[in-house]
T-cell receptor, first 118, second 109 residues
Framework: GAVVSQHPSRVICKSGTSVKIECRSLDFQATTMFWYRQFPKKSLMLMATSNEGSKATYEQGVEKDKFLINHASLTLSTLTVTSAHPEDSSFYIC??????????????FGSGTRLTVV | DAKTTQPNSMESNEEEPVHLPCNHSTISGTDYIHWYRQLPSQGPEYVIHGLTSNVNNRMASLAIAEDRKSSTLILHRATLRDAAVYYCILRAQGGKLIFGQGTELSVKP
């Protein structure tokens, strides 16, 4: 089956620093990846859609300069939280869509990255 | 994106069936009904999906109302490992998955 790997699973960083989260599709090529964030006891909120080789499409209210998304290859998308602050502490989850697949089966989620900004 | 409404929480006893309801009165003709579940501190996991007809797979069954304005996810025999948040999502053709609030299912031994 399709596997999506996220790294790191947990990260603690100091306020003001930047953190990069990687999302890799291990056994398929993903032209489209999605990034979500999730606060405790809340649902997943879609942040952006990342397409290989082009700029990401951000959801309304998500700061593109704060959350930099790069999808430079068909197996890797990265989310960089720039100048992180405590309010950016959250659970970040990526999802990859297999190209050419039935959209109903094509979404595979990573296991998430818990970011804590101190 | 069309919206779904689910109860915030439900309880079940182990080994008993569970019926998780979802209302989606604004569903359009091309929206697929998806169910995902999320265990604590993990990414969501696909459960089942359907369009008009009822569906069965090894994990669950999906019963879709004739007018498609509601659906029910059925776990035939709940186990402790089924304790999770269950999300009912309407996926537009070729579209992204937008998660609602979901139902937190707890399973008592």
């Amino acid at each position: 089956g399709a596997v999506v790997s996220q790294h790191p699973s947990r990260v603690i960083c100091k306020s003001g620093t930047s953190v990069k989260i990687e999302c890799r599709s291990l056994d398929f090529q993903a032209t489209t990846m999605f990034w979500y964030r999730q606060f405790p006891k809340k649902s997943l909120m879609l942040m952006a859609t990342s397409n290989e080789g082009s700029k990401a499409t951000y959801e309304q209210g998500v700061e593109k300069d704060k959350f930099l998304i790069n999808h430079a290859s068909l197996t890797l998308s990265t989310l960089t939280v720039t100048s992180a602050h405590p309010e950016d502490s959250s659970f970040y989850i990526c999802s990859a869509l297999r190209p050419g697949s039935d959209y109903n089966y094509g979404y595979t989620f990573g296991s998430g990255t818990r970011l804590t900004v101190v | 994106d069309a919206k779904t409404t689910q109860p915030n929480s439900m309880e079940s006893n182990e080994e008993e069936p569970v019926h998780l309801p979802c209302n989606h009165s604004t569903i359009s003709g091309t929206d697929y009904i998806h169910w995902y579940r999320q265990l604590p501190s993990q990414g969501p996991e696909y459960v089942i999906h359907g369009l008009t007809s009822n569906v069965n797979n090894r994990m669950a069954s999906l019963a879709i109302a004739e007018d498609r304005k509601s659906s029910t996810l059925i776990l035939h025999r709940a186990t402790l490992r089924d304790a999770a948040v269950y999300y009912c999502i309407l996926r537009a053709q070729g579209g992204k998955l937008i998660f609602g609030q979901g139902t937190e299912l707890s399973v008592k031994p």
